[in-house]
T-cell receptor, first 109, second 113 residues
């Protein structure tokens, strides 16, 4: 059974204070690892897809990396508008996503 | 390009009733997946439809069912509603099956009284 664990559950940062979110996973036959951002009351918004260990993707202040056991979402100089819940999910041989519990990020001005 | 749309956005039902939720995928997307999101359990996979056939099913009771139409639009149905069915129901679409990025709709907030 696929499992995804995200840490920390919640993270408070000051504006400009860089940090990293962790996503540890076990999956049989990883087809892809996905990062989503979710604002309260809304559906998850796609951020990145990573397919193999060593792969990195960047978008504005966010950078996602992938190893064989975990993925990191690095946030550089965050702004208050980056406050959201960040979700990690793995995709196995089917088209099913298994999600972690998410990290709730709060960035204070 | 229009995103995934879900209707209705909000729904209030009472125990024992049944409900049907609708999802229109992004144009050209043929795979539709459904998820249930609750504060306690997080996001959990319900089922996936591709070419009008259910391809995957999560660990939910038979009260939860769905279907997909020839235009890729999908509906999910929950019969004999229970209080624990209160949740945000999310639909996601992708061009094809794995590996492919799934794009989510805004969700339907179901409250069971």
């Amino acid at each position: 059974e696929d499992q995804v664990t995200q840490s920390p559950e919640a993270l408070r940062l000051q504006e400009g204070e860089s940090s990293s979110l962790n996503c540890s996973y076990t999956v049989s036959g990883l087809r892809g690892l996905f990062w989503y951002r979710q604002d309260p009351g809304k559906g998850p918004e796609f951020l990145f897809t990573l397919y193999s260990a060593g792969e990195e993707k960047e978008k504005e202040r966010l950078k996602a990396t992938l190893t064989k056991k975990e993925s990191f979402l690095h946030i550089t100089a965050p702004k208050p508008e980056d406050s959201a819940t960040y979700l990690c999910a793995v995709q196995d041989a089917g088209n099913m996503l298994t999600f972690g519990g998410g990290t709730r990020l709060m960035v204070k001005p | 390009k229009a995103g995934v749309t879900q209707t209705p956005r909000y729904l209030i039902k009472t125990r024992g009733q049944q409900v049907t939720l609708s999802c229109s995928p992004i144009s050209g997307h043929r795979s539709v997946s459904w998820y249930q999101q609750t504060p306690g359990q997080g996001l959990q996979f319900l089922f996936e439809y591709f070419s009008e056939t259910q391809r995957n099913k999560g660990n939910f009771p038979g009260r939860f069912s769905g279907r997909q139409f020839s235009n890729s639009r999908s509906e999910m149905n929950v019969s004999t509603l229970e209080l624990g069915d209160s949740a945000l129901y999310l639909c996601a679409s992708s061009l094809s099956r794995a590996p492919d990025t799934q794009y989510f709709g805004p969700g339907t907030r179901l409250t069971v009284l």
